[in-house]
């Protein structure tokens, strides 16, 4: 079992563990965490990973330490993560009555972190939630307590800052995730590479045939390595008042391209999105081409696109990234590629250059 801390101020400090079999611990793991046996608890969870039989072990692992868990199974995607949708949970998790020391555990990817998140954010103006990610992508989603849910025009609008109690990670669930998933997730461990640490940058190049055949040594290494990454981002700026935006590495035209064609996953946006920041950091004289050729090769080894799409309207592009959440007062604000292991945050970045970059970068 390995263990990595989130180092955050005022009680809110917490640990991701990672391991095998873990699910079939989380009873035992609350009554750690302090969580009370007299409340009711509520586990959200999505269809594919209930029909994959994960809820029925935290379930039976819940019971067995006392805890009554009542259970909302939202469907899959990311049109879920809606504000309707999660009404409705919130009103379910009334009429179950559950309480201020209830607890909300998310079982899911991504999509039922942030949405689960968000629903034990706003309850009773916030109750404990705890993690328990069940796809690679969600190494990322799990840490830092970023919850929220979408407006149908543009990512996690509605949301809050939300630490969860403990980040559960049981290795084992990775092995039903498609190769799509994998490859997803892959995306954001490149990134995390690509914003703090080389090494990592090329091992998972390096590694990506074991990576995503979920070789279980080189896993173990992967999450670890990529969620001590966030977790140090995060302890050094909660709330993304400046540094954490690093994180956003590739999503100003991911989220744009994830919103507007509306058929790639998360962390295929977000590859096309690293790739074109690359670009784009070259174009602005920020770094050396040799490193953005570097960026494209490692989405390329794994299996991830790197092209916009035709059908997307540049305008509407353009105008989707001056509403991205790191920009004020409308301007283009890019994470930008300084090397391999090290960006920075550009504001104000001119559009002509980003236009030019939209049209080196479109299918063939
Ligand atoms: N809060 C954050 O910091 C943060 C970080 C990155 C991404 N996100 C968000 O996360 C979401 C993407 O997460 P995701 O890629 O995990 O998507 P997801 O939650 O939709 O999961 C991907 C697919 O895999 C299925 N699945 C999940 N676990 C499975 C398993 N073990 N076996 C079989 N199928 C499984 C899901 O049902 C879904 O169909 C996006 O909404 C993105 O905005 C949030
Ligand atoms: O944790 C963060 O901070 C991130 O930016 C991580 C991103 O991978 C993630 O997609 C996050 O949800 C994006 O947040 P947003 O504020 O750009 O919506
Ligand atoms: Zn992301």
């Not at 799990?142 to 025009?153: C, I, S």
């Not at 084992?172 to 080389?198: C, F, N, P, W, Y």
């Not at 390096?206 to 055949?213: I, M, R, T």
């Not at 570097?294 to 105008?319: K, Q, S």
Request: with cysteine; charged share 20%.
């Amino acid at each position: 079992m390995i263990r990595e801390h989130v180092g955050l101020e005022g009680g809110r400090a917490y640990d991701i563990v990672i391991g095998e079999g873990l699910l079939e611990q989380v009873g035992g793991m609350l009554g750690e965490l302090g969580v009370s046996e007299a409340s009711r608890h509520l586990v959200i969870t999505d269809a594919n990973v209930q029909a994959a039989g994960y809820l029925e072990k935290v379930i039976a692992s819940m019971a067995a330490a006392g805890y009554v868990a009542e259970v909302y199974v939202i469907p899959p995607g990311e049109s879920s993560k809606s504000l309707p949708l999660a009404g409705e949970a919130l009103a379910f998790a009334y009429q179950c009555g559950l309480d201020r020391r209830s607890a909300v555990l998310a079982l899911g990817g991504g999509v039922v972190g942030d949405f689960a998140g968000f629903v034990a954010a706003t309850y009773m103006r916030g109750v404990a939630f705890v993690q328990l990610p069940t796809s690679l992508l969600a190494h990322d989603s799990a840490v830092g307590g970023k919850v929220a849910v979408n407006l149908p025009q543009a990512k996690n609008i509605i949301g809050a800052f939300h630490q969860p109690l403990c980040v559960v990670y049981d290795t084992t669930a990775l092995q039903t995730l498609s190769l799509r998933e994998m490859r997803s997730g892959v995306s954001e461990a490149i990134k995390h590479g690509a914003i703090r640490d080389r090494d990592l940058f090329f091992w998972i190049e390096q590694h990506q045939e074991g990576l995503l055949a979920n070789d279980s040594s080189l896993m173990s290494e992967l999450l670890a390595r990529s969620c001590r990454i966030k977790a140090q981002v995060v302890a050094e700026d909660e709330t993304e008042q400046g540094v954490r935006a690093i994180l956003n590495f590739g999503h100003t035209l991911g989220h744009a391209v994830e919103v507007l064609a509306g058929t790639y996953t998360h962390g295929e946006a977000v590859a096309i999105g690293m790739v074109a920041a690359a670009d784009l950091s070259v174009r602005l004289g920020l770094c050396a081409a040799e490193e953005a050729v570097l960026v494209e090769r490692a989405m390329v080894a794994c299996g991830l696109p790197t092209l916009i799409p035709n059908e997307l309207d540049e305008a509407e592009l353009i105008e989707s990234m001056r509403k991205d959440k790191k920009a004020a007062g409308g301007t283009l604000t890019f994470v930008l590629l300084r090397e391999i292991g090290r960006v920075e945050i550009v504001e104000d970045v001119p559009e002509s250059a980003v236009r030019d970059v939209i049209r080196a970068r479109r299918e063939g």
